[in-house]
């Protein structure tokens, strides 16, 4: 870490007042990489597991109709 410049503020956020570690504090942009992480792990999933997915949402559907 110190060869790139970084030393010990990087880590605690004390030297140069970063945010502690230089996170995003932007919730529109927490939730939009919500909405990205969640799309490219649904769309890594193999077919079947998928299919099941949807059937266990219908499933759910329907046993809450029956419940209310």
């Known amino acids: 870490m110190v060869e790139y410049g970084h030393g010990v503020g990087t880590a605690t956020g004390v030297a140069g007042g ?3 570690g230089g996170g995003s504090m932007d919730a529109g942009a927490a939730f939009g990489q919500f909405i990205t992480d969640t799309v490219n792990n649904i769309s890594a999933l193999p077919p079947t597991t998928i299919f099941l997915g949807i059937v ?12 209310f």
């Open 56 to 67: 266990a949402i219908v499933v759910g559907f329907i046993i809450l109709k029956r419940a």
């Open 18 to 20: 970063g945010h502690g």
